[in-house]
């Protein structure tokens, strides 16, 4: 098995998580900008079982009435994002990892909603929302 390990910008939150990933995706959606204050964010995704988190230093945010964001208790970092849309996985923000993961982005979602002050080159799909399967047709 092979590992990865990442942690909030103060340290406080330690976690590792079993390669291969689910998947890798830039989300677009104003809750991800504002939370993050950027604007847009890198997400993979893991099952419940492949990762390791000290998460007594997370703290967890309903963002809505079917999703939580975790960050850290002591510097703020935003983490993590659960739904019960994916039950038994969990997103974390690329951008926490000190060591490389298995793969690259490979999809843009809530592309609708992405900001004009950032101008991408779009060589990945481009979708409206999260794609229900492979049948949806990339935005334009």
Not at 2 to 7: E, H, I, L, R, S
Not at 79 to 93: A, D, N, T
């Given at each position: ?6 942690q ?91 060591e ?41």
């Amino acid at each position: 098995m092979t590992f990865a390990k990442g942690q909030c910008f103060c340290g406080a939150v330690q976690f590792e998580v079993e390669l291969p990933v689910k998947w890798v995706a830039h989300c677009h959606c104003s809750m991800c900008r504002r939370y993050h204050g950027a604007a847009f964010v890198t997400w993979f995704g893991v099952d419940a079982d492949h990762y390791q988190l000290n998460d007594e230093q997370v703290v967890w945010y309903c963002s809505s009435a079917q999703a939580q964001r975790g960050r850290c208790r002591q510097c703020g970092s935003p983490l993590f994002f659960r739904s019960q849309r994916w039950p038994g996985e969990l997103h974390i923000v690329l951008a926490a990892m000190r060591e490389p993961i298995d793969q690259e982005p490979q999809l843009h979602v809530y592309y609708a909603d992405r900001v004009d002050w950032v101008h991408l080159q779009p060589a990945l799909p481009c979708y409206r929302t999260v794609p229900a399967d492979d049948s949806e047709p990339p935005a334009d």
